[in-house]
């Protein structure tokens, strides 16, 4: 392996990456061909039996071996361009039965991309190939030429490499002048052979995530999913959470408070002084009860957020936080109650992240909305460090997000300041 330290120049021609993609050039050279000469001979044989019953089942058949092909493309890119391409959406009749799974691959636009592909990769790969292993052979051949040059004095009788000849001149490289610079031109193929190799790899990219992946619809439905899946986990954990702060709060208070009122009533008759401390006390307990409900109410959703909107509600949520916050919401108007609420548990949570580990002196609050998104910035100048891992607040906060088709960004290098930006769709 090359060392980092040397130019990119110099260590493409030796890195591992570079290697690969050569591998993967000359190995789909005849891969492609084995894959269009089936391709178009099992395809020519369907749709000339489509006058014919047999036809069907032929064509379908071949749409499953193409999407076998596409199975082994994908291996290999995986292998050796390091390219992880998503299979495509499985095939599935209604029935579960022969016609039934005939119909749905002769429908499915996978199976069809699929057999395009096999049709198509042949005349670039082979382009492909010839220029990469002409590029490879003459590069590393005429770079190590000093080398190899006394083959031909020695076996082939002639002074070197013959350049030129016919019947009455010839022209061989073999002064010291033309072995050196039939080196460096050797040396200059050595060098852009690579870069050119990435070019002619990145086309494979395209192909192999245009036509072997999944579509953008089955890509977008399984986005959804995972996104609904997140969304139903994160209710979930809120609902868990309110039961256990009503259980261990307000509900443990309030069953306190009835057992002093009965103790009380009790001592009501015989020891009126005794009742009425108890009855104090259980006014006191009162008021924290209440005070309790109000910070759970206000952790579910805030009277002032539906009342008066984001900047009154932030500026609340700021005032809370134990270190002072400057407050700016630039809004045309409101957008729909959802991405309102997720925007201010967005800016809460960031600011308690500010008040617990930031050792921040002060910190800044911007919301404006810029086409159709609604922006979010929260930052501090304390020390930095902040990432979004697995496990931890932010993480949790940027699956929240995604889950509505938004986005986190952190940018938070150790010693600070903290920038965190935040996307949300504009909705009304």
Same mark, same amino acid.
């Not at 071949?62 to 290999?76: H, I, N, P, Q």
């Given at each position: 392996?090359?060392?980092?330290?040397?130019?990119? %120049?110099?260590?493409?021609?030796?890195?591992?990456?570079?290697? @690969?993609?050569?591998?993967?050039?000359?190995?789909?050279?005849?891969?492609?061909?084995?894959?269009?000469?089936?391709?178009?001979?099992?395809?020519?044989?369907?749709?000339?039996?489509?006058?014919?019953?047999?036809?069907?089942?032929?064509?379908? *058949?071949?749409?499953?071996?193409?999407?076998?092909?596409?199975?082994?493309? #994908?291996? #290999?890119?995986?292998?050796?361009?390091?390219?992880?391409?998503?299979? /495509?959406?499985?095939? @599935?009749?209604?029935?579960?039965?022969?016609? &039934?799974?005939?119909?749905?691959?002769?429908?499915?636009?996978?199976?069809?991309? !699929?057999?395009?592909? %096999?049709?198509? !990769?042949?005349?670039?790969?082979?382009?492909?190939?010839?220029?990469?292993?002409? $590029?490879?052979?003459?590069?590393?051949?005429?770079?190590?030429?000093?080398?190899?040059?006394?083959?031909?004095?020695?076996?082939?009788?002639?002074?070197?490499?013959?350049?030129?000849?016919?019947?009455?001149?010839?022209?061989?490289?073999? &002064?010291?002048?033309?072995?050196?610079?039939?080196?460096?031109?050797?040396?200059?193929?050595?060098?852009?052979?690579?870069?050119?190799? @990435? *070019? $002619?790899?990145?086309? +494979?990219?395209?192909?192999?995530?245009?036509?072997?992946?999944?579509?953008?619809?089955?890509?977008?439905?399984?986005?959804?999913?995972?996104?609904? *899946?997140?969304?139903?986990?994160?209710?979930?954990?809120?609902?868990?959470?309110?039961?256990?702060?009503?259980?261990? *709060?307000? =509900?443990?208070?309030?069953?306190?408070?009835?057992?002093?009122?009965? $103790?009380?009533?009790?001592? $009501?008759?015989?020891?009126?002084? %005794?009742?009425? %401390?108890?009855? +104090?006390?259980?006014?006191?307990?009162?008021?924290?009860?209440?005070?309790?409900?109000?910070?759970?109410?206000?952790?579910?959703?805030?009277?002032?957020?539906?009342?008066?909107?984001?900047?009154?509600?932030?500026?609340?949520?700021?005032? #809370?936080?134990?270190?002072?916050?400057?407050?700016?919401?630039?809004?045309?108007?409101?957008?729909?109650?959802?991405?309102?609420?997720?925007?201010?548990?967005?800016?809460?949570?960031?600011? =308690?992240?500010?008040?617990?580990?930031?050792?921040?002196?002060?910190?800044?609050?911007?919301?404006?909305?810029?086409?159709?998104?609604?922006?979010?910035?929260?930052?501090?100048?304390?020390?930095?460090?902040?990432? /979004?891992?697995?496990? #931890?607040?932010?993480?949790?906060?940027?699956?929240?997000?995604?889950?509505?088709?938004?986005?986190?960004?952190?940018?938070?290098?150790?010693?600070?300041?903290?920038?965190?930006?935040?996307?949300?769709?504009?909705?009304?």
């Amino acid at each position: 392996m090359a060392s980092p330290r040397l130019p990119a %120049a110099v260590r493409a021609p030796f890195e591992g990456r570079t290697w @690969r993609e050569l591998g993967y050039v000359l190995l789909g050279f005849p891969l492609s061909v084995v894959y269009f000469c089936f391709a178009v001979s099992f395809f020519s044989a369907g749709a000339g039996l489509l006058i014919t019953f047999l036809g069907i089942p032929v064509l379908a *058949g071949t749409l499953a071996m193409c999407r076998g092909f596409g199975s082994v493309e #994908r291996a #290999r890119a995986r292998g050796l361009l390091r390219l992880d391409v998503g299979a /495509p959406e499985p095939v @599935r009749g209604r029935t579960g039965g022969a016609l &039934s799974w005939m119909g749905a691959m002769l429908k499915s636009g996978a199976s069809w991309r !699929h057999l395009l592909y %096999a049709l198509l !990769h042949l005349p670039w790969a082979v382009f492909s190939f010839s220029v990469a292993l002409a $590029l490879w052979t003459w590069g590393w051949s005429l770079f190590t030429y000093p080398l190899w040059q006394w083959v031909f004095p020695m076996y082939a009788g002639q002074a070197g490499l013959q350049l030129y000849g016919d019947d009455t001149h010839s022209f061989y490289l073999d &002064s010291g002048f033309e072995i050196a610079f039939t080196s460096l031109v050797g040396l200059l193929f050595v060098l852009v052979g690579p870069w050119v190799l @990435r *070019g $002619l790899v990145a086309v +494979d990219r395209l192909m192999l995530s245009g036509l072997l992946g999944p579509s953008r619809l089955a890509s977008r439905v399984s986005e959804l999913e995972s996104d609904r *899946g997140v969304m139903v986990d994160t209710a979930a954990a809120d609902l868990r959470r309110i039961e256990r702060d009503l259980h261990d *709060g307000a =509900q443990a208070r309030l069953v306190s408070l009835a057992m002093d009122l009965g $103790l009380a009533k009790e001592k $009501l008759a015989h020891d009126p002084l %005794a009742a009425a %401390a108890m009855v +104090d006390e259980a006014h006191g307990e009162v008021k924290l009860a209440l005070q309790e409900l109000r910070d759970l109410a206000r952790g579910i959703h805030p009277a002032v957020l539906t009342d008066r909107g984001l900047d009154a509600a932030l500026s609340a949520v700021a005032a #809370r936080c134990t270190v002072p916050v400057t407050v700016e919401v630039e809004l045309p108007g409101r957008p729909v109650a959802a991405i309102e609420g997720i925007a201010y548990f967005t800016v809460s949570e960031l600011l =308690q992240n500010v008040s617990k580990h930031a050792r921040a002196r002060r910190a800044w609050v911007d919301v404006w909305r810029s086409e159709d998104r609604l922006m979010i910035q929260v930052r501090d100048d304390g020390v930095g460090g902040a990432a /979004p891992a697995e496990g #931890r607040g932010l993480a949790g906060l940027a699956e929240r997000l995604d889950a509505v088709d938004g986005v986190l960004a952190v940018d938070s290098p150790a010693g600070g300041p903290t920038t965190v930006t935040a996307e949300l769709p504009w909705r009304v």
